[in-house]
């Protein structure tokens, strides 16, 4: 039986959010552990020639309705973010450089993140914010982003990105049970069955 | 309270196929009545610049995977048609045309082309297998394909895409209950919702 969850994601989705939401209930009810994936959006939009919801434009009216209607369901806090669709290139950065880093920071940063932008409509593209945000989650703003500038990091987001997908990733959140793939915050019940 | 569901949908979509097997039983239970709205999915993409997710090959490759567990949740029988995606104009014309001209035949005629698309595995785009499928479900063949030849009929069906392009339509299937739209056979519990 598969006990891990892989979650793919990425901060400027608001899906990747909703999820997030959710996720951690998901695998403590299933005894598993998620694997968090980080990887960047863009770059997998790129590669396979999807692109986001809001492209067309009654797509992305409806998206916000119906990712509204999830909140609620779930009971959790959701706005628009103004300046959805954020670059989020520097945040993913952060995220794989901590992960391996300063794992201790890991979870702090993501929950800053997730709530800078779905709860707080912050500007995380526009620095200033983005070293707000990380002090106030009690983060050293100045080494995360130094973080963000090492090779390093940059190669291992990169691979990240290119493994999500060469395992058939086209959009985020995905998550993975053993070689199952499932696209979406709305499938969550179907990686819970595949938990079981 | 709202006791109408609109459910837009083409033949062609097989979401719109899962969610014809499951809405009569939704209103049923919400009492409530389906307006059956056949639309050219194709004149939706066009009009709204929405393409189908199978022109993303990876979408396309994860969404048949999702439409046979929805199929097994549902209990339903689903397969792949190799001829997908179909040419639906002639059938959604048949449609449009029986729902005024022989309201009678009409259920039956649509329960025909689902299931010859969606379980039979037919190129109804073949007028030798659409004649056959017809006959077969106690049609007049020649009778339909002489509706789907009519002005008036061919004008309505643009005017039903026209409208719901209008209303926020982008892909199939889509549902109103009221002014709410939902889209997705994945949506049909907040449809349920909103009928109680």
């Known amino acids: 039986m598969a006990r891990n969850v892989e979650f793919f994601f990425d901060f400027g989705s608001p899906a990747s959010y909703l999820a997030?939401?959710?996720?951690?209930?998901?695998?403590?009810?299933?005894?598993?552990?998620?694997?968090?994936?980080?990887?960047?959006?863009?770059?997998?939009?790129k590669a396979t020639g999807n692109s986001s919801p809001v492209t067309v434009p009654a797509k992305g009216r409806w998206m916000f309705d119906d990712l509204n209607r999830w909140a609620k369901r779930y009971g959790v806090q959701f706005v628009h973010n103004p300046h959805f669709p954020l670059n989020t290139l520097t945040l993913m950065r952060i995220a794989t450089g901590l992960q391996s880093a300063r794992a201790d920071d890991f979870a702090r940063y993501c929950d800053a993140m997730f709530a800078a932008i779905w709860r707080d409509r912050c500007n995380l593209g526009d620095p200033v914010q983005l070293a707000a945000a990380l002090s106030q989650a009690g983060l050293d703003a100045d080494a995360c982003v130094a973080l963000a500038a090492q090779a390093e990091v940059k190669a291992r987001l990169i691979a990240s990105t290119e493994e999500a997908v060469?395992?058939?990733v086209?959009?985020?959140?995905?998550?993975?049970v053993g070689e199952q793939m499932f696209f979406?915050?709305?499938?969550?019940?179907?990686?819970?069955?595949?938990?079981r």
Do not use: H, K, N
């Open 166 to 168: 060469a395992r058939g």
């Open 184 to 195: 979406g915050q709305d499938r969550l019940d179907f990686v819970r069955e595949a938990l």
């Open 20 to 45: 997030y939401t959710q996720l951690p209930r998901i695998a403590t009810d299933c005894a598993a552990s998620i694997v968090w994936r980080p990887m960047l959006l863009g770059g997998v939009f």
């Open 170 to 176: 086209f959009g985020a959140p995905s998550f993975f």
